[in-house]
Every structure is written in structure tokens, then in C-alpha cells.
């Protein structure tokens, strides 16, 4: 048995990195699916399906209210089975749902398909199928793991974005829907059956890769101690509904800006290619914000990083109000993707961290539905006001009340006191 106590898997580091490099890469591949570089599409295929902004609103809620609909029912089937075969099940429906995204003539068929993809809860925001292993297999390195996995996301954006406007410019919107589908299914299929485990004790591991001894003691003595909370148990705490409220405001924020973001920016005179790398450069500093961020966290109060998250979208919103030249664009989607990875890494790492790793499937599957019914009234909202006032000033006012009121409110949110806890700090 080497250092690292892996019994049944010989390698020369923690396998849990294993774990961490697979959900990069599944991370990276959702990023083909209609998440980020959705709104790419909003434009052409407005145009053939002569659908209104309105609509593409009402698309990304029904593939958020879907996520929420299942969240719970994922949540436990993770803390009871693990990611490796729900990921691949999820890649399989995805992956022919995208097909049939190429072949639609009507609007209702986009909305049939999104609500179908949004079930399988692996493109939702923050999906827990990214976030709830790398909770389960670390706890010292919790935040630096979350970090490099999570990263996928943003380099996923980095390389898709671009990819996605150059097979629309050259090919049209349907096939381009067919080369992302297979992209997707490529990487997330194989790699989620072959690698992924549900948590260290399974295969014979400690969280961290250290075994019960005094040198693990040592390093745990360094945190918190962090005490399992059932879901019966987090409910009846303030922080659980303080957190849930707070993730609601960004959710809705969210909502009102992910969808809308491209288009506004290519009525005030930016060529779609040009949006697209600006987009692409707000993926690539989600990803540096993101390995800021995870190591932050491991040292620093979480819920300060969160409202750091919200100073940058406010500031972020601001430049894109202003929208003077190519210097605002990049600058604004650059904030933006800052603020982004630090909004992601938060909602990965709090809930663990506070709640412990037992049963962090279902708690987050309890939880994750405020969010999505957040975006989810957001995408139609932004969609109708810009119809009623066509522009989306109105809408971008309303980010700043929202990311405004949600730092104030965090700002108020204390770790939780386990009922069997006798020394804890906040």
C-alpha cells in the first residue's frame, strides 16, 4: 500500500484527482449543449422559427423548471449510487435531444427538447453532478478541487462559443446543433463510465487520500469541523433559508442576463463574430476565477467571496449599460466571467461546508430549485420587457437592485450550529 492508501487503485496520487480531471471534462462538454452559447442561436433561429425573445425566455425556463423538477430524485440517487451511470444515462438523452434540435420547423419543438435535456440535471446551473463528488471525495482540499474541475466550464466556454458562431456562419444553425451533440457525447459518455466512483469509502479511500492518522487529524484540526447535517436537520436552520433566498436573487439575475447578453450586444452595432470572442474572453476569466476562487476558499469565509461575486456584477452591468466601443464589450463580459466563476465556485463549495458531505446530493437537489426558478423567471421577464419597452434598460436596471440586495443579504448569513456540535466557529 502506497502513501496515499489506495488499495484498489495503485496509483502514485489520491485517485480523487482522477475524479476531479473526469468532471472537468464532462463540465467541458456541457458547454456544447445550448448553455453558454445559447444565446448564439436566439438571432437565426428567431428567424426561421419566427419566434420572439419572449419565447427563447420561456425555452431556458422550461429547461430550468425541468432541472428543478428532477433535482431532488438526482440529489439522492447521487448520495446512494454516484455519477458514473447517471452521467452517461444524462449524456444519452442529451446527445439525441440535441439531434433533434436540427430537425425542428416549429417553436413548441425547441421547448419539447429543452424541457427533456433539462431533466437529465447535467446542464443545469451549477448542476450537481459537477460539484456533489468533488464534495464527497475531499474536504481538506475541497475548494482547490472544486477549482480545477469546475474550471471545465469556463474553458468549455472558451472553445465553444467561438466554434459554435463559426459552424453557424458557415454551415447554418441545424447543423451546427448535430457537430455540438457529438462533441458532447464524445467526451462525457465514455470517460463518466469508465472513471468515475461515488465517494472514497467505497473503494477502500479517505476523503483527501489520508488515511485515519495522526497526520490527518493534524490537518483536519486546521478547519472547522465539519459535522454531517441531514436535510431534516439543515431545514430548520437560518443559513439554509438565507443561502436558498440568496441563490434565488442570483438565479433571477441570471435569468434576466444569460440569454440576452448577445443579442444586446449585437443591436448595439457588434458584429456576432466579435460578441462571440468577447463571450468566449468572459469564459476564459470564469475559468481564472474559478482557480482563484476554489483556493480562496479553502482559507477564506465564503460568503465574503459571494459578495464579492455581486460587486462585480454590479460594476459589470454598468459597462454594458454604457456600451460605448469594443473597450466597454470586452471589459463588461470580462467582469462578468470573473464574477461568474466566483458565483459558480460558491454555490459548489457552500453547501458542503456548511452542511457537510453525507448528504450533500440532497440537500443541493432540495436547493438548486430556488436558483433554476429563478433563471427561469428571468429569461421570459427580460424577454417581455424588451418587447414592452424595446430596450433591455429596464432589465439592466433591475441587476443592479438584485445584486445590491443579494450581498446585503448574505452579508447576514452565520455558519450553522450542529445540534451535536460543542466548539464551532463561524
Sequence with gaps: MNRYDTPSFNLPFFYGWVIVGTIFAVNFSTMATGTFNFGLFVIPMGITLRASRSFFGWAQTIRLVAGGISSTLIGKLLDS????????TAAIVIFFSMLGLAYISKPWHLLVLFGIIGLTGLTAPGNMMGSVPIAKWFIINRGKALAWSTAGLGIGGIVFLPLTQLLIDNLGWKPTWIVLAFCSIAISFPLSLIFLRRQPEDVGLHPDGISSSPLRSTKLASRPQEFQWTVSNAIHTKAFWQ????????????GLSEVHRVPYWIEQGFGPQTVSYAMAADAALAALAIFGSGFLLDRYSSKNIAISSCIGFFFATNLMMIAGNSLFLFSSTGLWGLSVG?????MSFIWADYFGR?????????VLPASLIGAGIGSPLAGYIYQAANSY???????????????WMVSFV???????ATNQFG
Excluded: E, K
Design 358 to 366: 453525507t448528504f450533500a446530493g440532497s440537500i443541493r437537489g432540495i
Design 393 to 407: 434598460m429596464p432589465v439592466w436596471w433591475g441587476l443592479f437592485a438584485i445584486y445590491i440586495v443579494a450581498a
Design 342 to 346: 466566483i458565483h459558480m465556485m460558491v
Design 414 to 420: 452565520r455558519r450553522p450550529i450542529h445540534p451535536d
Design 81 to 88: 449510487h454516484g455519477p458514473r451511470f447517471l452521467i452517461p
Design 243 to 254: 443561502l436558498i433566498t440568496f441563490f434565488f436573487l442570483l438565479g433571477l439575475a441570471s
